[in-house]
C-alpha cells in the first residue's frame, strides 16, 4: 500500500484461487506517474493469478476521452504502454462517455473520462461477463462506479411474489 495504490486479496467463493484487487488514484505530476507504473508493474509481475486495477488514474486513454481542454499527454502514453506491456484489457463501462468533470458551465467545462478499470486474462477468465456502470455525478466531480463481475443483470430486481402460506399463520 502507498498514497497511490491499495491492493488486497478477494475470496471470491470456496475452491477458487484469490484474485489481486488495486483500488487506485492516480499521480498528478508526470514523475509521480512514471513510478506510479513502475509500481503496479512490480505488484502485478509478483502475482501469479488473476488481478483488477480500478479507480481514478488521472490520465485519459485517448483524445476522445475528453470533451475540451489538453489532449493527450506523457501519461496516456505512460498508461496506454504499461496496460500494453501488463497484458492489461479495459473492463466495458455504460452509462456515460465521461467519469469526471470540472464541474463549470459553458465553454470552461471540461469532462475526462479518467476513471475505469482494467484487468489481465486470468481474471476475465473467471469473470467473462464483467462490466462497470457509471452512475450520475452528485456532490463528486466524479461519477461513481459500479462493478459488476457477472454481469450487468447480476442484481437484477426480481418481481414480488405473493405466498399464499403467508396469509395461513396462525400468529397474525
Not at 2 to 25: C, D, E, R
Not at 52 to 57: K, P, S
Not at 70 to 82: E, F, L, N, P, V
Amino acid at each position: 500500500m502507498n498514497k497511490n495504490i491499495i491492493s488486497f486479496l478477494v475470496f471470491s467463493s470456496p475452491g477458487s484461487a484469490p484474485w489481486l484487487f488495486f483500488a487506485v488514484y492516480g499521480p498528478n505530476s508526470s514523475m509521480e506517474k512514471r513510478l506510479f507504473w513502475e509500481n503496479i508493474h512490480l505488484q502485478t509481475k509478483c502475482f501469479s493469478g488473476a488481478w483488477l486495477i480500478i479507480g481514478d488514474f488521472n490520465t485519459i486513454w485517448s483524445s476522445f476521452d475528453r470533451s475540451s481542454g489538453s489532449g493527450m499527454d506523457i501519461g496516456s502514453q505512460r498508461m496506454r504502454s504499461a496496460l500494453n506491456n501488463l497484458g492489461m484489457l479495459l473492463i466495458p463501462a455504460s452509462g456515460g462517455n465521461y467519469s469526471w468533470s470540472n464541474r463549470r458551465q459553458g465553454h470552461r467545462r471540461i469532462r475526462s473520462k479518467i476513471d475505469r478499470a482494467v484487468a489481465n486474462k486470468e481474471w476475465w477468465r473467471c469473470f467473462p461477463n464483467a462490466s462497470i456502470r457509471m452512475l450520475p455525478q452528485t456532490t463528486s466531480d466524479h461519477n461513481p462506479q459500479i462493478l459488476y463481475c457477472f454481469g450487468k443483470n447480476s442484481f437484477a430486481k426480481r418481481p414480488f411474489r405473493f405466498e399464499a402460506m403467508w396469509t395461513e399463520d396462525k400468529r397474525s
